[in-house]
């Protein structure tokens, strides 16, 4: 790339260090098990992280809980809110998973956390460090 005269680049570095440091942990609360779609439907939702639900961000999405050793089973991860938007990622092949399993939804950070939302009532996201 060629930098015309007076162009500058600037690098946020803060922001691509800190953007992959948390993870969303969520337990799931059902899994509805459809003719051609599985959904895992957990206890967080768009409320906590809206970053997929505004302009579809990808984020890895691991079953921390599951036995690795079990068959890959294809979900669409969604949230309780009951909203087409309301969804982490479609067709995650994760290992068979459980109602109570926990599932890590990572790179969560840097605006995880200050965007979430209290929309439905729902309870403001709990931070651990």
Do not use: W
């Not at 260090?17 to 439907?41: A, D, H, M």
């Not at 890895?60 to 068959?71: A, G, M, Q, Y």
């Amino acid at each position: 790339m060629e930098l015309k005269p007076a162009q500058e680049i600037h690098f946020e570095l803060g922001r691509s260090i800190v953007g992959q440091c948390g993870s969303l942990i969520s337990r799931v609360l059902y899994i509805k098990n459809g003719i051609k779609t599985n959904f895992l439907i957990l206890d967080a939702g768009m409320t906590e992280l809206i970053r997929p639900a505004l302009y579809q961000a990808f984020h890895k999405i691991e079953n921390i809980s599951s036995n690795s050793t079990l068959p890959l089973k294809k979900y669409d991860v969604v949230g309780p809110i009951c909203e087409s938007s309301d969804c982490f990622g479609k067709s995650v092949e994760l290992p068979q998973t459980e109602r109570g399993d926990l599932i890590a939804i990572r790179s969560a950070g840097a605006y995880g956390e200050v965007m979430s939302n209290r929309y439905n009532l729902r309870d403001p996201v709990v931070s651990v460090f």
